[in-house]
């Protein structure tokens, strides 16, 4: 399978069982669906990547939220947020 990456966070997709509900064609990741696959919330979205991406790598709570605004602000599933 070619890889692809989440329309929601960008996190690449290289298996089935990365795709949200496990099904191929979804074009959201297992972090940003569900368990049927369907796509979480933005305010959702947005916290989990502050608190379990960006701080993580050494940033301050201001720096993660920025840093989430601006990268999803360029991914298809949140174009209508911004």
């Known amino acids: 399978m070619k890889g692809t990456h989440c ?3 960008g996190m690449p997709m290289h298996k089935p069982s990365e795709h949200g ?3 191929e064609k979804n074009p959201y990741c297992i972090f940003c ?3 049927d696959g369907n796509l979480k919330s933005f305010k959702e979205i947005f ?3 502050v ?3 960006f701080i993580p790598q ?3 709570k201001r720096e993660a939220e920025a ?3 601006d990268l ?3 991914m298809p599933a949140w174009k209508n947020r911004f």
């Open 21 to 23: 509900g496990g099904l």
């Open 72 to 74: 999803m602000s360029k």
């Open 67 to 69: 840093a989430a605004r």
């Open 7 to 9: 329309e929601s966070c």
């Open 51 to 53: 608190e379990n991406f």
């Open 47 to 49: 916290g989990g990547m």
């Open 58 to 60: 050494g940033m301050s």
């Open 33 to 35: 669906t569900d368990e």
